[in-house]
């Protein structure tokens, strides 16, 4: 059995450059993601850094006697330097568009992790993350027909070339193998190729792998949620008083200095009036990790003429603010995306002695209303192969008090107000939840990508079914949510 080093640190630095090895992120619907003249460059990059340092004394610290595919070390270069221009795209513009500027800098990182960390480590993990893709899809479907596998067209539809030497490369290593039935052959796993997934997949899991990639797809599903608010207005009818009821329930005042945490696009900071309510007297600084919702925030800003609100890109886990003392920090439906114990630890950083910290959340919901069963069947169905509930965002409430009180967080206040969401119309539900809020990102992340494709259109199509014969007064669930307010503790020497 070919076996990979541990790669957790590796994927660590990897990480810390800025780079991804996300494929799945570079070409999300299966069209050119360059222009010809981008992708060129790149090509000449990638095929140079090959030739330079792929050597012999490289192939061997990483192969040993194996013969790698002739374009693999090419090829792992293009898609991490791609994976990471999207990536950065993402971050600085919220779209997938790339320019030259970011390409270059891209496989500028990429040459100099190279240089640091030397072009094995950079094809190591290369082979781990696309062999953990391919063994998955093998054992997700039991078989590939050869022609789709080589293409890459049910796991890896952003490939530009074929796997064909890929094929030959782990068929030798005796994971897969090749069956002909009449006129067609299918690729399989072998049993050693499941104990390799199998390896594969608890080295990546150890690493954060997944979870990194998980929270990548969401940053990059909100960048594209263009019509987030309206979705939201139809699904969600009664969100918007009872955001304003939160800030009630929080006592925002005039000339607060408030920290906002998820803002999206300023649909707390501005339609819910927080803003309003801190006045031209006080600040609010707004926070998200998505360039896209933040666009869409300052073109609020400018609409409403307000110069008291700043935004800032970045994450609840490492909050771009120093050493200011902000009187409350606040958030609505953006808890579940994080680390919370990180986040938790950094809001009270940056929050006063004596100063708020609060939070509205969705909490996890009964999934047994029939309409709901009929309709998300195919997600139920894979976590009942785990007896097991989907996996999702939602959170237990408990777990959320033990979250504040181990951070030395009295909560002052706690209320638990329903949230009734509408499964009016298939499509936008289906964008709302599936495409947009990665509501059940977890449940799909794990499979290959015409398998999740196939089961977002089977839950459009299902819900047509469900909507034309379920009364629409029988088509709603009320959601459970906890809002907490929480205070720092006023101790001259807690800690930070």
Sequence with gaps: MFIYPDLTDSLQQLWAAGLVISPWLAGVDGSARFDPDIHEMLNVRARECALIHWTEAQRGRVLGDLPAPERMPQIAVYETAASTAV????????????TEALARDAIRRVESFIDRHGFGVLLQLYMLVTSWENLNALAHYGEIPEREYVTGSWHRPWVDYSLGEEILFVCMLGNIRL????????????DEGHRVLAKTTDALQTAGYFRHRLHTLWVSQFNLFHNYEQLAREIWPYAMDQRREFLRFVDVRPGMRVLELGCADGVVTFDAGLADQVGSSGTVVAVDPAAGMLARARSKQRRNGIDWVEFRQGKAEQLPVDQERFDLAVGVGYFHF????QALQEMKRVVRPGGVI???????????????????????????????????????????????????????????????????????VVQHFIRGVGWFGEELASLPWKAREDIIQELTERGRWVCERVPAGDRMIALPTQA?????????????
């Design 179 to 190: 069956e002909r039935r009449e006129e067609r052959r299918f690729v399989r796993l072998t």
């Design 338 to 341: 994080t680390d919370r114990a």
């Design 484 to 496: 907490i307010r929480a205070r720092v503790p006023e101790n001259r020497f807690r800690a930070d």
């Design 358 to 428: 609060a939070s509205w959340h969705p909490l996890k919901m009964d999934v047994d209303a029939p309409f709901f069963r009929e309709w998300f069947a195919p997600i139920l169905d894979l976590a009942a192969k785990r007896n097991d509930r989907p996996r999702d965002f939602l959170l237990d409430p408990d777990e959320v008090r033990r979250n504040f009180e181990e951070l030395g967080l009295p909560i002052l206040e706690e209320a638990a107000p329903p949230l009734v969401m509408y499964f009016h119309d298939p499509e936008k």
């Design 87 to 98: 990536y950065f795209a993402h971050q600085q513009t919220g779209e997938l568009d790339v």
